[in-house]
């Protein structure tokens, strides 16, 4: 009996849940997001709140305005 200490590269990435366009699947609610940038909430601070990075913020807010 063989036993593997490892997972394959197609193993590995199904097993850590992203996509396929490497982004992890983060719902992060519209209006919470809102009302934190209305607060005067910066990016930075939103950012660290939601457990997120800067960037998902500034995509979040880009999809919201267009």
Same mark, same amino acid.
Request: charged residues 40%; positive net charge; hydrophobic residues 30%.
């Given at each position: 009996?063989?036993? &593997?200490? @490892?997972?394959?590269? &197609? /193993?590995? &990435? /199904? @097993?850590? $849940?992203?996509?396929?366009? $490497?982004?992890?699947?983060?719902?992060?609610?519209?209006?919470?997001?809102?009302?934190?940038?209305?607060?005067?909430?910066?990016?930075?601070?939103?950012?660290?709140?939601?457990?997120?990075?800067?960037?998902?913020?500034?995509?979040?807010?880009?999809?919201?305005?267009?």
């Amino acid at each position: 009996m063989q036993i &593997k200490f @490892w997972k394959s590269k &197609k /193993e590995n &990435k /199904e @097993w850590r $849940g992203g996509n396929s366009n $490497g982004r992890p699947k983060v719902t992060i609610n519209k209006s919470k997001l809102l009302h934190l940038k209305d607060a005067g909430k910066s990016n930075r601070e939103i950012a660290r709140i939601l457990r997120v990075s800067e960037a998902t913020i500034r995509r979040r807010l880009k999809d919201l305005e267009g």
